[in-house]
C-alpha cells in the first residue's frame, strides 16, 4: 500500500486540494486581517461562485473556451455581492461585539444558502473541463490531470501577486497599516470605508473564483458552502488569521494531512485536522506565521 | 412583593405541568422538544450572558452526553437513571478538559478553539462505527422506564411521550432552579464581574480562569442533560447533535430571547421552535425566514425578545411617571 507511486499520489492530490483551499481561504484570512471579521458567509461566497460559473458555462455553451469568462463573470459577481453586503449591512456592526458580527454572517449563509437551492435546486450540478485543459500528465507513474495541474500554478503565482501587492503599493501599504492599527488608520485621515468594502470585495473575489474554478473537479451541490468554511477556518487558523503566506503554509499542511491521514485509517484525516487546529490554537493562537493581535 | 423573590421556576412548572391533559398531542410533542431546548439554550448563556465568553462549539457537550446516555441505555441496557446522571458528568468532564485550554484564549480565538474540539467531538462520533454507529448513529434510543406511573392517579392513563414530557419537564425545572441558583450566588455575580471587566476583576484578586472554567464545566454538563434528554426524545442520537450549526442554532435561540435576563434563551427557544412549526407548515425555506429574522433581530433588537419587552416597559413606566 505505500509503494512509492501511491504515495506521490497522494502527494500529488493533497497538492491540488491545498491549491483550491488556498484559494478560498486567503480571502477569508485577508478580510479578517483588515476588518477583524470571521466571515463563515465566505463559504457562502464559494458556493455562489460555483452555482454562476454552471449558470454561465450553460448560457455560453460546455466544452468551451468560454469557460474561462465564466469564471470571471462568476468572481466578479460574487465581489459585488460582498461589497454590497459589506456596505449596506456588515459595516453598522464593526462597532458591536464579534458574536453579532458572526451571527451575522451567519444569517448570511442562511439566506444565500436557500436561495441557491431556490434558484439551481438540489440536484448535483457538474461542469466539464475546458478543452485547453483535458487530458493528463504520466509523471513516476501518476496521472495528474492538466487541471490540477494548472490549479497548483496558479495558487502560488496569487499569493506571490497579493504579496507584492501588499508589499509594494499604497494600497498595499493601506492593507498593512489597517491590520496593524485601524484607529491610527483612520485618524490619519485614510478613506477606510473604501478600504474595508474594498477588501471585503476582494475576498469576496477570491471566494468565487475558488468556488467557479472547483466546478470542474467537484460536484456543485447544497451544503458545499458549510462543507469549505470549516476546512478554510482550520487552514486560516494553522497559518495565521490575516497572514497571507501563513495561509499558504496552512493551506499545504492541510492538503498533506487529509491525503496522508487516510494511511493510518480511514476518518482519521479529518480528526487530525481539527486536532492540528486544536494544537495550534493553544501553542500559538496566532497561527504559524502570523503575529499576535493587540 | 419583590419579582426577584418569587420562585419563578416553579410557577413556570406548575403552568407547564398541564400540557398533556389540555393540550393535543402535538403541543405535548412541541413542549417536550422546547422544553430540553431551553434547558441547552440556557446552559450556554450560563457563558454567554453571565460570563461573556462566546462558545461556538457547545454543542460538543450537548452532543457527549447524547451519546453517554444512549450508549448507556441502549447498548449496555442500563436504567434511564444512570444514562441520565452519567450525561452531565461525561460533558462535564470533557468541558473541564477543552475548557482548560479555551480559557487561556480570549475572544475570537476561544471561539476558534471551542469549535475546534467541537468539531472533534462530532468527527470521533461520525468515524467511531463501533461506539457510536458512526454516521448511521444510534437510533431508536429506549423510552425511560416510566410503567411506576401508571399506578398514580391522573398518570395512568397518558402515552408514552407524554409521560417523557413530564418526566423530562421534572428534570429540566431541577436544572432551572439549580442554574438560577447558580447565576443569583456569589459565584454567579462574580461572573458578572468577569464579563464586566475581566481585567479589573484580576486585580481585585480573583482568579479569572478559574472562574471562566468552572462556568465551562457547569454550562457543559447541564448542556450534557439535555442532550441526553433530547436523544430519547429525538428516538436517535446522531452525529450532527456536535456539529458546529447546531452550536450556532443554540446561539440564535439565546439571542433571539436575550442574552441579558435569565429567562431570555428559555423564550427565544419556545419562540424559534414554534415559528418553526408554523412556518415549515407552508415552505421548505426555513433557513431563509430564520436567517431574514435573525438579521432583523442584529439590527433592530440586539436586546432580543425579552431586552425589547423591558426596554418598552421602562418607556411605559417613564411615560406614566411623566
Known sequence: ?294 | VNARRLPWVLIVFLLLVWIPWFGSRYYTFLATDIVILALFATSLNLLIGSTGLVSFGHAAYFGIGAYACAILTKTHGLPFIVGLAAAPVLAGAFAAFFGFFCVRLTRIYFAMLTLAFAQIVWAVCLKWNAMTGGEQGMPSVPYPNMDWMNALPFLAGLRVGEKYYLVALVVVAVCFALLRMIVYSPFGRMLTVIRENPERAGFIGINVRRYELAAFVLAGAFAGVAGALFGIFNRGVFPDFAYWSKSAEVLIMTLLGGMGSFWGPAVGTAALLWLHQQITAYTQFWPFILGTILIILLFAFPGGIVGAIDAGLTRLRRRRRA
Open chain 1, 1 to 294: 500500500m505505500t509503494e512509492p507511486t501511491f504515495l506521490f499520489g497522494q502527494f500529488v492530490s493533497g497538492l491540488t486540494t491545498a491549491m483550491f483551499l488556498f484559494l478560498i481561504a486567503s480571502g477569508l484570512s485577508l478580510i479578517f486581517g483588515v476588518l477583524r471579521v470571521l466571515n463563515f458567509a465566505h463559504g457562502s461566497f464559494y458556493m455562489l461562485g460555483a452555482y454562476v460559473a454552471w449558470q454561465m458555462v450553460q448560457w455560453l455553451g460546455p466544452r468551451t473556451e468560454s469557460f474561462w469568462l465564466a469564471v470571471l463573470v462568476a468572481a466578479l459577481a460574487v465581489a459585488l455581492l460582498g461589497a454590497v453586503i459589506e456596505r449596506l449591512l456588515l459595516r453598522h456592526l464593526y462597532r458591536r461585539e464579534e458574536l453579532y458580527q458572526l451571527l451575522f454572517t451567519y444569517a448570511v449563509v442562511l439566506v444565500l444558502g436557500d436561495l441557491a437551492k431556490f434558484t439551481w435546486g438540489t440536484q448535483q450540478l457538474s461542469v466539464p473541463r475546458p478543452p485547453s485543459l483535458e487530458g493528463a500528465l504520466h509523471l513516476f507513474g501518476v496521472q495528474i490531470p492538466y487541471y490540477s495541474l494548472f490549479i497548483m500554478v496558479l495558487g502560488p503565482l496569487i499569493a506571490v501577486a497579493f504579496s507584492l501587492v501588499l508589499s509594494r503599493t499604497s494600497a498595499g501599504r493601506m492593507i498593512r497599516a489597517a491590520a496593524l492599527d485601524r484607529e491610527m488608520l483612520s485618524a490619519l485621515g485614510a478613506n477606510t470605508n473604501w478600504l474595508y468594502a474594498g477588501m471585503f470585495a476582494v475576498g469576496s473575489f477570491l471566494a468565487g473564483l475558488g468556488g467557479a474554478l472547483v466546478t470542474p473537479v467537484r460536484a456543485i451541490v447544497p451544503g458545499m458552502d458549510v462543507e469549505i468554511i470549516v476546512e478554510a477556518f482550520i487552514v486560516v487558523v494553522i497559518g495565521g488569521l490575516g497572514s497571507l503566506w501563513g495561509t499558504f503554509l496552512g493551506a499545504l499542511i492541510f492538503g498533506q494531512v487529509l491525503a496522508f491521514g487516510i494511511l493510518v485509517f480511514p476518518g482519521f484525516s479529518i480528526f487530525a485536522a481539527f486536532a492540528l487546529m486544536a494544537a495550534v490554537l493553544i501553542l500559538r493562537p496566532w497561527g504559524l506565521l502570523g503575529k499576535p493581535l493587540k
